[in-house]
């Protein structure tokens, strides 16, 4: 059985960088792509970034320039890095991997709670 | 990047209904349609992938249809479980995008 977990920083203040790891459990990360989304409170889901088993990233191009994911195949552990971080990056952030074929999304992390305030 | 719409943003049904959510893509994405539950202050759940494959587990009263740039989910049969928000998302290309969500509620 596939388990997610995640952990990392919950307040922030502005201009600080956000850093959030996830750990899979149960599998290795080869052959999934690993994403991060993001939910701002009370809105929807907004991608951020993935990372597939060959060390391939791809950016939602509104944060690309502040964004980094990477990945630890021999802890199985994936990364997101936010630079920069204002009032508008709160929210929750949670981590996902799944295969191209099967949606992507098949295993989720429980998410962590971000918020940016001086 | 590929935009996605839904609608309608939100509806109320009545127990055992059916219910129909349309995701549209602002270009075509094939089949590469993915559909997510999120009950409140709940983690989201995938439903459907390419765009009427039901993840294991998922009740059967959930079904998906559609290509290229306009989708539905339905629910038939509507149960108080249900109430959640649904999105759409294209894993087609990345940016991989989601729809604003539709809130389902029971009348």
Redesign the interface.
Known sequence: QVQVQQWGAGLLKPSETLSLTCAVYGRSLSGYYW?W?RQPPGK????IG?INQIGTT????SLRSRVTVSQDTSKRQFSLRLTSVTAADTGVY?CAG?R???????Y????TLVSVSS | DIQMTQSPSSLSASLGDRVTITCRASQGIANYLAWYQQKPGKVPNLLIYATSTLQSGVPGRFSGSGSGTTFTLTITNLQPEDVATYFCQNYYTAPRTFGPGTKVEIK
């Open positions: 994403t989304i929807g889901l907004e991608w993935e791809n950016y939602n191009p949670y799944g191209y074929t099967s949606g992507m999304g098949t989720w992390g429980p998410g």
